[in-house]
């Protein structure tokens, strides 16, 4: 974001893991930001809840859904930036709940690029993720390995990435991809590699129980 100047930044997902952390370093480095998180009667603003003081009086907080194409359309209203990261992520849970991933992936990203495009966005950030590739079929994996839909998480993902692109070459969307590989820090769940190799390790295990040794990332 160096040397370019913007009125408002919305972020989406800002409740969650990696949101949190880049809802935080924009207002650090002085940027408006509005934080869409998810409405819930508990008036939780997710991991925002735990961010500093000084941080959270200057995030605008927008509650809503990303599958709202209203709702999004407000949040995205004034904004000239857009960090989606908004998404179902939870490979298990999509195999009994696959509807939920179309509904919030897919769907949500089409709000969020209808609403950009209506709003005259000047640029678009969708979070994708290193699943699309699934298992690799060769490594180093490269832009152009082939998109493998091994989960219905990952399907998801797949066609939002998708919509994106169509957006992008359909209408000239100024919009970006970014696939993040193995992501690890504080508030992130238990259940990713790195904490769950780091608790084993810290609870004194001899031997660290990984799961299937097979897939490979590089």
């Not at 941080?55 to 004034?78: C, L, S």
Request: charged share 20%; aromatic share 10%; net charge positive.
């Amino acid at each position: 974001l160096k040397g370019m100047e913007y009125r408002r930044i919305l972020v989406t997902g800002a409740d969650g893991f990696i949101g949190s952390h880049l809802t935080e370093e924009l207002v650090r480095t002085g940027h408006n930001v509005r934080a869409l998180v998810q409405y819930n009667s508990f008036n939780s603003r997710g991991w925002l809840d735990y961010s500093d003081p000084s941080i959270k009086e200057k995030i605008e907080i927008f509650a809503g859904d990303v599958r709202d194409p209203n709702g999004v359309m407000r949040a995205v209203e004034g904004c000239d930036l857009v960090f989606h990261l908004a998404a179902l992520i939870s490979i298990p849970y999509s195999y009994h709940s696959p509807d939920s991933y179309v509904d919030t992936n897919i769907k949500g990203n089409l709000n969020i690029l209808q609403a950009s495009r209506a709003m005259g966005v000047s640029k678009i950030v969708h979070t994708s993720t290193s699943e699309v590739y699934g298992t690799a079929k060769f490594v180093p994996i490269s832009e152009e390995h082939p998109l493998q839909g091994q989960s219905p998480y990952s399907a998801s993902k797949i066609g939002a990435d998708q919509i994106a692109f169509s957006f992008f070459s359909s209408f000239g969307t100024p919009v970006a991809i970014i696939r993040p590989f193995n992501t690890y820090g504080p508030r992130q769940s238990a259940r990713a590699i790195i904490p769950t190799v780091i608790t084993q390790i810290a609870s004194g295990a001899k031997r660290i129980k990984l799961g299937s040794l097979f897939p490979t990332r590089d």
